[in-house]
C-alpha cells in the first residue's frame, strides 16, 4: 500500500483537517505526492510572478492557514503525463464525492466536466468548496 513521504506528510499537515481526511484516503490506493499545501505571501508572489498562479498574495487558498488548498500529483511525477493527471483528479474526485468533501480542481475550475473550456490548468490543485 502507498504511503506518504515524510516531506508530503509535513506538508499535508500545514492544510485543512477534510483536505488530510481527503488524501489519506486517496494514499491507501492511489501513490501520490504532495507538492505544496500551505504557502506563505512571499512564495505566492514567486509564483504569480512565474505565471503559475493567477492570484496575488492574500488572495490564495493556499495562503490561509489552514490552507485550504493543496497541490498533490501521482507519483512518480511526470509532467508530460497529462492523461494520468487526469485520471488521477477522476480519482479524488471519487474519493471526495464517497467522503462528502466538496472540492474545485485545477482541472475544471468551473466544475462543468468539460475540460475544453480551461484557459489557465493547473491539474495538481484542488480546493474546498465553500470555505
Excluded at 489519506?24 to 510572478?49: A, F, M, P, W
Excluded at 483528479?89 to 466538496?102: M, P, T
Excluded at 475540460?115 to 491539474?123: N, R
Aim: proline share 4%; hydrophobic share 35%.
Amino acid at each position: 500500500m502507498p504511503q506518504f513521504s515524510n516531506r508530503s506528510a509535513e506538508r499535508l499537515a500545514t492544510c485543512h483537517a477534510d483536505l488530510q481526511r481527503l488524501f489519506n484516503e486517496v494514499i491507501k490506493k492511489y501513490d501520490c505526492t504532495i507538492l505544496e499545501g500551505h504557502r506563505s505571501n512571499e512564495r505566492q508572489e514567486e509564483l504569480y510572478y512565474q505565471g503559475k498562479s493567477k492570484l496575488r498574495a492574500g488572495f490564495s487558498k493556499h495562503n490561509e492557514n489552514p490552507s485550504i488548498a493543496v497541490d498533490v500529483a501521482p507519483y512518480p511525477i511526470n509532467w508530460n503525463d497529462r492523461i494520468r493527471f487526469y485520471h488521477f483528479v477522476g480519482y479524488v474526485k471519487g474519493v471526495a464525492d464517497q467522503l462528502g468533501i466538496e472540492i474545485r480542481c485545477g482541472a475544471d475550475w468551473d466544475g462543468d466536466n468539460d475540460l475544453h473550456d480551461q484557459t489557465f490548468f493547473d491539474l495538481p490543485h484542488f480546493e474546498l468548496k465553500g470555505v
